[in-house]
């Protein structure tokens, strides 16, 4: 079992900056594959970017290419999600997730591939 907290969220202007932590508790979390997700209100979750359990591969989704980073550190069973050049299309709530055990460099793409969810964080960008 694995327990996820975010935290970073907030409110910041176009052109800004933040940084979603996930906080991962239980066993493991190295080997877990994790991802960033978001939903707006009435629009399905969706992908924001995903990382292998060792951080050797990432994937994006094409509108946050060249704006976000995601990243981990295993020895702080943290999972970052760097947010620069903020949009308004940015604004919603932000999900970390996490499955595994996972084997070499696989990252996920779906929902419906994680088997552990936080609790969510709000993000609002204004113009």
């Known amino acids: 079992q694995v327990q996820l907290v975010e935290s970073g969220g907030g409110s910041v202007q176009a052109g800004g900056s933040l940084r979603l932590s996930c906080a991962a508790a239980?066993?493991?979390?190295?080997?877990?594959?994790m991802g960033w997700f978001r939903q707006a209100p009435g629009k399905e979750r969706e992908v924001v970017a995903a990382i292998s359990w060792s951080g050797s591969n990432t994937h994006y989704t094409d509108s946050v290419k060249g704006r976000f980073t995601i990243s981990r550190d295993n020895a702080k069973n943290t999972a970052y999600l760097q947010m620069n050049s903020l949009i308004p299309e940015d604004t919603s709530v932000y999900f970390c997730a996490a499955t595994g055990p996972t084997f070499g460099g696989s990252i996920y793409y779906g929902a419906t591939d994680y088997d552990y969810w936080g609790q969510g964080t709000q993000v609002t960008v204004s113009s």
């Open positions: 239980g066993r493991a979390f190295s080997s877990y594959a």
